[in-house]
């Protein structure tokens, strides 16, 4: 049987064959953190004693999800991400010019068979673009500080392996919405 495009993908960036169930390190194309996730990415980055990021053209930092800031403490965190920046030499989009998940593909740093890591919840939706991205913890974010930027992944099985089926709720007023199931499938 064929592989499925995150196979494929895992595939191209490892330099092997991936296949559901194996574990693969894999070179990203792209990794970005949001001002909600940097601020810990840059504490861990000077706790690990990080010089530099692996590749200045494949890092963006961006403020927009507190922005404008609504206080001192967030305005001393969007300082501390735009010193970090501009001292290592990467991309940060600031206040007003977009939401991180529009500006990647935008910008032409995401797109079809890319391998994009970043530090919010929603990074997963670059999948509508054809690439493979997750969302991981702030300190996974920068936890190679000067070296090659690399991915450990699980090959995940695909939907025609498991699928999930949802059915709609004849109640009145009754609204599923994809986040309400998904407690009980991670347990």
């Known amino acids: 049987m064929g592989q499925t495009i995150v196979e494929k993908i895992l595939s ?26 940097a601020p810990l990415a840059i504490r861990a980055f000077a706790e690990l004693g990080g010089k530099d990021v692996f590749d200045r053209e494949r890092v963006a930092f961006v403020i927009d999800h507190s922005a404008p800031s609504p206080n001192e403490g967030v305005s001393a965190l969007h300082k501390l991400m735009r010193e970090f920046s501009r001292e290592k030499g990467f991309k940060l989009y600031d206040i007003g010019e977009g939401v991180c998940h529009q500006l990647l593909p ?3 740093m995401v797109g079809p068979g890319s391998l994009v890591i970043g530090a919010d919840s929603h990074t997963c939706t670059y999948g509508a673009l054809n690439a493979f991205s ?7 974010r920068l ?8 991915f450990r992944k699980n090959v995940v099985q695909s939907p025609r392996d ?17 986040s309400d199931p998904a407690p009980d499938w991670v347990g």
């Open 106 to 108: 935008e910008s032409g």
């Open 143 to 150: 936890h190679r500080p000067g070296r090659r930027a690399d």
């Open 12 to 37: 191209s960036h490892s330099g092997q064959e991936a296949r559901a169930g194996e574990i693969v390190v894999a070179e990203l194309d792209y990794v970005m953190a949001q001002d909600g996730t």
């Open 134 to 140: 997750t969302g991981v913890g702030s300190t996974d």
């Open 162 to 178: 498991n699928q999930v089926c949802l059915q709609r709720c004849s109640a009145p007023r009754c609204f599923l919405q994809g």
